[in-house]
């Protein structure tokens, strides 16, 4: 049959198989810790009183533990349990084994330092070292063994404590956390027993109290999201190799046309051509019929001929200074005409 703590052990082991993906704490998260503690000091804290050894039972408590991330391993810690109260036993004397000669109260906060191992696990391991500050107080002392009204006073004390834990991830922030520290504390302890009308100090020495601590608690992680990974793009595919250049097509006057859309082929070299090969600068040549071979001079007109000719060329000025508002111009004309074409005989009909 397995033991109590290898059964814990299993479970644990379990509870972080079967958790889903958690986040690590980063550098600025706060890690709240709330659970129970158990403090149980030294089996022999002051020897020598009343022929026997002064005892402080061990106590359980709530606690809190608040940790700031200084990095994604670095935490600083504040651990606080509430108040524990602890009978003073007498053992090993001639009264009996054990005899309860009164009580005291201890508060012993520690204020430390963590290295968190495995940061990215769901099971994330730390060591850590830090100062214990212990107040005690009221302090009760009673029994057979104690004069009647005698009081007890235990000094407050300062020790370094050391500390090993766990954190065991369940989800993205909530965690179980399983820890033991211990407290190297020392401290000064004297009683006041009544004589006459006063009281004698009576020293009893140093106690070493040197408590364990053991806990369980749940976690929570406070901080902000962490901002996912940016996907890394991919490289764009490489562009398309470029289509083959045309095949070169028949030029047989070099102008740049193709011989099937050359409208004027045997273009001479260096011409300037247009789409269809033909030259952009071209000579026109106007043939009359007396430039043709064999012919002579134009025929002369008679007066008749000519006052026809000279009719309509007055006619064709007159209207073309008219129609572009140049009514001085087109008066002129009349007039040229009427002192310049006198011997010409008018048609019948003609406007003067």
Same mark, same amino acid.
């Given at each position: ?9 299993? #479970? #644990?082991?379990? #509870? ?9 704490? @980063? ?8 659970? !129970? ?18 005892? #402080? ?27 524990? &109260? ?7 004397? +001639? ?26 696990? &769901? ?13 005690? +107080? ?11 009204? &005698? ?54 020495? @140093? ?10 608690? !749940? ?10 990974? @940016? ?25 740049? !046309? ?22 952009? +600068? ?50 002129? !004309? ?17 406007? +003067?």
């Amino acid at each position: 049959m397995l033991s109590r703590n290898r059964l814990l052990i299993h #479970l #644990l082991l379990v #509870l972080a198989m079967c958790a889903p993906g958690v986040t690590p704490a @980063e550098d600025g998260d706060w890690l709240l810790r709330a659970g !129970v503690h158990q403090i149980n000091p030294d089996k022999n804290n002051l020897p020598g009183v009343l022929g026997g050894n002064v005892v #402080l039972d061990k106590d359980e408590t709530f606690t809190i533990d608040a940790e700031y991330m200084l990095t994604r391993n670095i935490g600083a810690d504040l651990f606080v349990p509430l108040y524990t &109260s602890h009978d003073l036993q007498l053992k090993n004397t +001639s009264l009996g084994n054990s005899a309860k000669i009164g009580e005291t109260d201890l508060f012993a906060p520690i204020l430390g330092l963590n290295w968190h191992f495995n940061v990215d696990g &769901s099971i994330r391991p730390y060591l850590g070292v830090g100062v214990n500050w212990s107040d005690f +107080s009221g302090e009760k002392v009673s029994g057979p063994a104690v004069p009647a009204n &005698s009081r007890l006073e235990i000094d407050q004390a300062w020790g370094l404590a050391g500390r090993a834990g766990v954190d065991i991830g369940t989800s993205e922030r909530w965690f179980l956390n399983l820890d033991v520290r211990y407290v190297d504390l020392n401290t000064d302890v004297e009683g006041r027993v009544p004589a006459g009308l006063g009281f004698t100090t009576v020293p009893f020495g @140093e106690a070493t109290i040197d408590p364990w601590i053991y806990g369980i608690a !749940v976690g929570y992680r406070f901080g902000a999201e962490k901002p996912l990974p @940016e996907p890394v793009a991919e490289e764009p595919p490489p562009p398309p190799p470029p289509p083959p250049p045309p095949e070169k097509c028949a030029d047989g006057d070099n102008d740049g !046309v193709c011989d099937t859309d050359d409208k004027c082929p045997g273009t001479p070299a260096g011409t300037r051509v247009d789409s269809v090969g033909c030259p952009l +600068s071209q000579t026109l040549k106007v043939l009359f019929d007396f430039d043709e071979p064999g012919r002579g001079n134009l025929p002369a007109v008679d007066a008749f001929q000519a006052g026809v000719l000279l009719e309509v060329l007055k006619d064709l000025l007159y209207q073309a200074y008219v129609r572009r508002g140049r009514l001085q111009q087109s008066m002129m !004309v009349r007039r040229y005409f009427a002192e310049d074409a006198g011997n010409v005989t008018p048609l019948p009909g003609a406007r +003067s």
